[in-house]
């Protein structure tokens, strides 16, 4: 601060004491003046200190962690609503929408031994479409609220995911779920099963990889969740949270939502020699 000048732009009149505007003149901190008082000094003239108010004193440090904390807590609960509505959608599309569907199949069957000649290919046409709206249906429930980590548990919906992202985008995924221990909290669950869906997701839309790799294993107390591809990586010194054509903004989401549970994500990555993201938790057991 010794090297920033300010400008004087009052002055105390000696006789009646009252504020005068003059002309601005340069004046230069001094650094020297005690904690909690501000020396100015004009250049070539003696210091005047004044003392400043503790209220005064800067909280840059203090604010920043606590708006960092706040924006933390409003992500974790924004991801939380979305992912209460993403269920309340998911469950109507299969309660309803889904089931409809089911039995518009089973009457159209009936149907068909009833009907012969030109009709009978429409009539198998339309079977075969709602067939095929039938599976879409089943595609956009599971992405938008899998059930299969409450049907299957934690590493058959592992498994589950690794197959299911294989077949909906054509990306071979191999995965090695024997080091994941028993009883991990549902939050730890859903958190780390939410990540992988996304990462995985990212590697199919954004990598350019042919295969991708998801493993575990635990040290310290932790648990590490790695997905590994051989895509076309990028700079990591370039690379932001909020850019779309990387998938960082889901990124951004995963990140905020591990630190809630004390956890972190570690990346590596670089052009031409694909990336590895690492989710980092503690043991946290039921």
């Known amino acids: 601060m010794a090297n920033n000048y300010r400008s004087s732009i009052v002055r105390i ?15 230069l901190a001094d650094s020297s003046a005690p904690s909690g008082q501000v020396s100015l000094r004009p250049r070539g003239k003696s210091s005047l200190r004044f003392q400043v108010p503790q ?31 993403r269920q309340r959608i998911a469950n109507d ?28 290919p429409m009539v198998e046409e339309i079977h075969q479409l709602i067939n095929e709206v ?17 049907d299957l548990g934690f590493a058959g919906a592992v498994e589950w ?10 990306l071979p995924c191999v995965v090695d779920i024997n080091s994941v221990p028993e009883g991990l909290t549902q939050d730890i669950q859903e958190t780390l099963f939410q990540a992988l869906r996304e990462l995985l997701i990212n590697v199919a839309k954004h990598a350019e990889a042919t295969k991708a790799l998801v493993f575990f294993h635990c040290e310290e107390g932790r648990l590490l969740a790695e997905v590994v591809d051989d895509g076309k990586g990028f700079d990591q010194e370039r690379f932001t949270f909020r850019d779309p054509k990387t998938g960082g903004f889901g990124l951004f989401n995963i990140r905020e939502r591990l630190a809630l549970l004390n956890g972190n994500l570690h990346i590596e990555s670089a052009p031409g020699k694909g990336t ?5 938790l503690p043991m946290g057991l039921d």
Request: glycine content about 2%; aromatic content about 2%.
């Open 55 to 85: 209220s005064w004193a800067p909280h840059h440090d203090e604010n920043r962690d606590e708006n960092e904390r706040a924006l933390r807590i409003l992500v974790a609960e924004l991801a939380r609503a979305r992912e209460q509505e």
């Open 93 to 120: 599309l299969h309660d309803r929408i889904a089931q409809n569907l089911a039995l518009a199949v089973m009457k159209l069957a009936m149907l068909e031994k009833s009907i012969a000649g030109e009709h009978l």
């Open 13 to 27: 009149s000696s006789r009646n004491r009252s504020l005068k505007t003059v002309h601005p003149i340069p004046i």
């Open 276 to 280: 590895k993201v690492a989710i980092i």
């Open 161 to 170: 995911l690794v197959q299911h992202t294989a077949e909906r985008y054509g």
């Open 134 to 150: 039938i599976d879409e249906t089943r595609s956009l429930v599971c992405d938008l609220y899998p059930h299969v980590l409450r």
